[in-house]
């Protein structure tokens, strides 16, 4: 039997085609990542563990497939009053296990854990208009589908829905809460939280998770108050729907549109030499009777930041040498200054349809910039993360965690050297504090012009800004000296309660990308994962200089982590190998193109690695050698990135120079 399942019906929400694909070896999914790695990344385990410690009289059934689930929960049910953790249900083709059933005479509360974050109450989920927000409408419907189907299946009682949900405005009461779950996988593979030491309730603390009562938005996505999921049906018959085609393996037609552009069921053209198939590409070589040489040309889904893509698909233009100026809208002058994105979007369309040189570069513009800039230069990347449940009493789920940065510089000679690097992985422990005394001491010597890359660095120095504020003098002695330097290199948001524009307040070397840089090899990514490889193929000065084994201990420029490294390499077809590919991944099941689409904001290269190598570091049990080549990898990683922005910068200085 095929049946409609939780996951299964989150897909036909985001397009009905992918039930299609889905669960077959022959379509890749992208997005299927190692279910390990992404319960570190995610948290969600031990979010889960601990909401299940909040019913200590709870009844867990922990067998697998469907029929003996269905028997248990049913025994169980039979009973006035019970909770069941991962009951089952089934009605017809459909089926799920819900998280946490909590049964009180004929009434059922279906409660959903997630580890997402909230704060306020269900009225934030319903946007100005009336409409559910984006940010929740999955996590409802993904509830509102439970509700529905433990609804047929127990007719006989009232179905309440809710979700758990970690409080952003509760602190956590005691310490070392976060190091109570450990992730493992049982003998069969599959992944579990393991409970550590004491997890009574007082051992515990206040609940840092919520239930919120959607019972009332669940009602009204049945009743079809939010919309259609399909033209012309309520929900049930769109429920359905999907669950008939999918039991009996029929794809649902839909046309193609912009949705496409993020389906997760794509290869490239070797891996379907390798065996496999594309769901994009059969897609649209169905719809639209495309060729080979028709996905091989500049599609619209490559232009930067473009919303009108819909627009141009319902027209009958699906690639840039349709796109002309008008598509893009007027060149209205930007509100922060620099190119206008409509102008930037022409650019990338242009050069890219009519393969014009392969960069584009304002000079005049960058050494106005440069102009700006005081010597020594300072270059500086954050690996950080968010847990859900807090390391210290006093700390909010998912506040910032700051474990790591890397410090290159650069002085007026040209003189590269990687000055600093700091990182704390230790389990339990709470760095950022440490992290800014050490970013402190870097950076504090001189009055030279500090960068970073995105907002990211920013933010958090504004997040740890507040921390420090919440703290006591006798907890943090140097708290105001520390707080005064986050000042002096920042600058805080229009909305807060204390405003501040450093005097040394760093330079965002994305927004000089933005404004004053491109490659065609960029398409339409900004990220310095992106530009890097680019920069190597289009300079001949960083390509001369980094194709000689000159980065390292020996090698002339000074490194902390690398001996005569070479970072300009080519494949056999002569194509710049990018220099992340280079490096080994920090764990040998966890490559790097695994963990991406983890990232907090992908404009930091290797976040995505980065925080979830730091969550096995604090979730698992690894040995000390184990830890220590960890650590070693991650300082490297991190090394890179502050490297990749110096060669951006010697790109440009060569540039302007000559």
């Known amino acids: 039997m095929r049946y409609l399942t939780k996951s299964r019906f989150r897909s036909a929400l985001e397009c009905p085609v992918k039930l299609f694909y889905t669960g077959k070896a022959e379509y890749p999914d992208k997005k299927k990542q190692d279910d390990f790695?992404?319960?570190?990344?995610?948290?969600?385990?031990?979010?889960?563990?601990?909401?299940?410690?909040?019913?200590?009289?709870?009844?867990?059934?922990?067998?697998?497939?469907?029929?003996l689930p269905l028997q248990k929960t049913g025994q169980l049910l039979q009973q006035d009053n019970v909770v069941i953790f991962e009951a089952a249900f089934r009605h017809e083709n459909l089926f799920i296990r819900a998280d946490?059933?909590?049964?009180?005479?004929?009434?059922?509360?279906?409660?959903?854990?997630?580890?997402?974050?909230?704060?306020?109450?269900?009225?934030r989920m319903v946007g100005a208009k009336g409409g559910l927000t984006a940010a929740w409408r999955p996590y409802l419907y993904d509830v509102a589908f439970q509700k529905y189907v433990v609804s047929q299946a127990m007719p006989g009682c009232a179905v309440k829905a809710h979700l758990m949900l970690?409080?952003?405005?509760?602190?956590?009461?005691?310490?070392?809460?976060?190091?109570?779950?450990?992730?493992?996988?049982?003998?069969?593979?599959?992944?579990?939280?393991?409970?550590?030491?004491?997890?009574?309730?007082?051992?515990?603390?206040?609940?840092?998770?919520?239930?919120i009562d959607v019972d009332g938005l669940c009602e009204g996505i049945i009743?079809?108050?939010?919309?259609?999921?399909?033209?012309?049906?309520?929900?049930?018959?769109?429920?359905?729907?999907?669950?008939?085609?999918?039991?009996?393996?029929?794809?649902?037609?839909?046309?193609?549109?912009?949705?496409?552009?993020?389906?997760?069921?794509?290869?490239?053209?070797?891996?379907?030499?390798?065996?496999?198939?594309?769901?994009?590409?059969?897609?649209w070589k169905q719809k639209l009777n495309w060729t080979d040489e028709d996905f091989s040309k500049p599609h619209i889904f490559e232009i930067w930041k473009f919303r009108r893509k819909q627009g141009l698909i319902d027209a009958g233009i699906f690639?840039?040498?349709?796109?002309?100026?008008?598509?893009?809208?007027?060149?209205?002058?930007?509100?922060?200054?620099?190119?206008?994105?409509?102008?930037r979007q022409w650019l990338q369309v242009e050069m890219r349809r009519e393969n014009k040189?392969?960069?584009?570069?304002?000079?005049?513009?960058?050494?106005?910039?440069?102009?700006?800039?005081?010597?020594?230069?300072?270059?500086?990347?954050?690996?950080?993360?968010?847990?859900?449940?807090?390391?210290?009493?006093?700390?909010?789920?998912?506040?910032?965690?700051?474990?790591?940065?890397?410090?290159?510089?650069?002085?007026?000679?040209?003189?590269?050297?990687?000055?600093?690097?700091?990182?704390?992985?230790?389990?339990?422990?709470?760095?950022?504090y440490e992290f800014i005394r050490a970013l402190k001491k870097e950076l504090e010597t001189d009055n030279g012009t500090i960068f970073r890359y995105a907002d990211h660095e920013n933010s958090f120095l504004v997040e740890i800004w507040r921390q420090l504020n919440s703290e006591s003098d006798e907890a943090v002695p140097d708290k105001q000296e520390l707080m005064d330097f986050?000042?002096?290199?920042?600058?805080?948001?229009?909305?807060?309660?204390?405003?501040?524009?450093?005097?040394?307040?760093?330079?965002d070397m994305l927004k000089l990308v933005k404004n004053y840089f491109y490659h065609i090899g960029m398409k339409g990514s900004n990220s310095i994962k992106v530009v890097l490889p680019a920069v190597l193929e289009a300079s001949v000065f960083v390509k001369d200089k980094y194709s000689q084994p000159?980065?390292?201990?020996?090698?002339?420029?000074?490194?902390?982590?690398?001996?005569?490294?070479?970072?300009?390499?080519?494949?056999?077809?002569?194509?710049?190998?990018?220099?992340?590919?280079?490096?080994?991944?920090?764990f040998e099941d966890m490559p790097d193109d695994e963990t991406e689409d983890f990232s907090v904001d992908d404009t930091i290269a290797s976040g995505g690695a980065a925080m979830t190598a730091y969550a096995r570091m604090q979730f698992t049990q690894m040995t000390t050698v184990e830890r220590e080549h960890a650590r070693k990898a991650l300082l490297r990683y991190c090394e890179l990135d502050t490297l990749a922005m110096v060669m951006i910068y010697e790109y440009w200085k060569d540039l302007i120079n000559n």
């Open 37 to 67: 790695l992404a319960a570190l990344a995610e948290g969600g385990f031990q979010v889960g563990e601990l909401a299940k410690l909040y019913y200590p009289d709870g009844i867990e059934i922990e067998e697998k497939g469907y029929d």
């Open 100 to 123: 946490i059933v909590v049964k009180k005479g004929n009434r059922i509360d279906l409660i959903e854990v997630k580890s997402k974050s909230f704060a306020g109450d269900e009225t």
């Open 166 to 211: 970690a409080d952003k405005e509760k602190m956590a009461t005691v310490d070392g809460l976060n190091q109570k779950f450990f992730i493992s996988r049982d003998a069969h593979g599959r992944v579990k939280a393991e409970k550590q030491g004491d997890v009574s309730q007082e051992a515990l603390g206040e609940e840092i998770l919520r239930v």
């Open 223 to 283: 009743a079809g108050n939010y919309g259609e999921l399909e033209t012309g049906m309520d929900f049930a018959a769109s429920v359905k729907l999907y669950a008939d085609h999918y039991e009996k393996d029929e794809m649902i037609d839909k046309p193609v549109g912009v949705i496409c552009s993020k389906c997760e069921f794509d290869c490239s053209p070797e891996d379907e030499l390798q065996g496999h198939h594309s769901g994009f590409r059969n897609c």
């Open 319 to 343: 690639h840039l040498e349709g796109v002309n100026q008008n598509h893009l809208g007027d060149f209205k002058p930007s509100k922060t200054g620099g190119m206008p994105t409509t102008e």
């Open 357 to 432: 040189d392969k960069s584009w570069f304002d000079a005049e513009g960058m050494a106005a910039e440069m102009s700006k800039w005081t010597f020594p230069l300072h270059f500086i990347d954050f690996e950080t993360s968010r847990v859900a449940i807090p390391f210290n009493k006093g700390k909010r789920p998912y506040e910032g965690i700051a474990f790591q940065f890397s410090h290159h510089t650069v002085d007026e000679k040209g003189l590269v050297k990687h000055a600093g690097e700091f990182i704390n992985a230790e389990p339990g422990v709470f760095p950022n």
């Open 486 to 507: 986050i000042q002096t290199i920042s600058h805080s948001s229009e909305d807060s309660a204390t405003r501040w524009i450093g005097q040394r307040d760093m330079f």
């Open 550 to 586: 000159v980065y390292g201990i020996s090698g002339g420029i000074e490194s902390l982590n690398f001996s005569e490294q070479v970072w300009y390499r080519t494949d056999d077809q002569g194509k710049v190998i990018n220099p992340y590919k280079l490096l080994e991944p920090v």
